[in-house]
């Protein structure tokens, strides 16, 4: 159980262009969600918390209008990097909360932006 | 805030024992994670602590002291795939129980 399917695995795509990533829940429901960004040989760093039905919470330093959350149901969330830009790549994780302490990671997703 | 801070880097060799502390301050502490990672993958659970004292699970131990706010990850009997960074997080109730990450530690098991 508490399986997070995340798609795509890997994306390559063009400077200024918005990349889609989604996260799904497979056989829970994920109330609350975790957007993680790892550059090469750094650890993972929160971007934003996502709760379904209501706006998500940025880290200091994020920019919201850039990291474009939705979670708009208990089995799908969704971050849009607009605007693409090089500095922009790294590895992107989400995470849901299950069973009050348990947090499953999704497969996760490597941005190249070109 | 958050303060978590584990060893950048380690080394052993393929038998040995390993240990890994961690040492963290939080204002709401509730619970504290450690995951494997691979390089390109994303992190796996590996033992979770949120009473003092020792988690064992198999080759890998963890343990607890509130107190002092430290944590060890202990290795046993270390494989060649064991080589991967190893990842200390922190749960805090008084930021919605999110993860805080530690920067990892990146071990390398030598034959």
């Known amino acids: 159980g508490a399986v997070v399917s995340q798609h795509p695995s890997w994306v390559i795509c063009k400077s200024g262009t918005s990349v889609k990533i989604e996260c799904r829940s497979l056989?829970?429901?994920?109330?609350?969600m975790f957007w993680y960004r790892q550059f090469p040989k750094q650890s993972l760093m929160l971007m934003a918390t996502?709760?379904?039905?209501?706006?998500?919470?940025?880290e200091q330093g994020v920019e919201k209008d850039k990291f474009l959350i939705n979670h708009a149901s208990l089995t799908l969330s969704t971050l849009t990097v607009t605007s693409a830009h090089p500095e922009d790549s790294s590895f992107y994780i989400c995470?849901?909360?299950?069973?009050?302490?348990?947090?499953?990671f999704g497969s996760g997703t490597r941005l190249t932006v070109v | 805030g958050q303060n978590i801070d584990q060893p950048t880097e380690m080394t052993a060799t393929e038998g040995a024992i390993v240990q890994i502390n961690c040492t963290y301050q939080?204002?709401?502490?509730?619970?504290l994670f450690w995951y494997q990672q691979h390089a390109g993958e994303a992190p796996t659970f590996l033992s979770y602590?949120?009473?003092?004292g020792l988690e064992e699970k198999g080759r890998f131990s963890s343990f607890l002291s509130r107190s002092k706010g430290y944590s060890y990850l202990l290795l046993k009997e270390l494989q060649m795939k064991d080589s991967a960074s190893y990842l200390c997080?922190?749960?805090?109730?008084?930021?919605?129980?999110?993860?805080?990450f530690g920067g990892g530690t990146r071990l390398m098991v030598k034959p």
């Open positions: 995470s849901a909360l299950w069973q009050n302490y348990g947090y499953t």
């Open positions: 056989d829970f429901q994920a109330t609350t």
């Open positions: 996502s709760n379904e039905g209501s706006k998500a919470t940025y």
């Open positions: 939080t204002s709401g502490f509730n619970g």
């Open positions: 602590n949120v009473l003092d």
């Open positions: 997080a922190v749960r805090d109730r008084d930021a919605g129980n999110m993860l805080t």
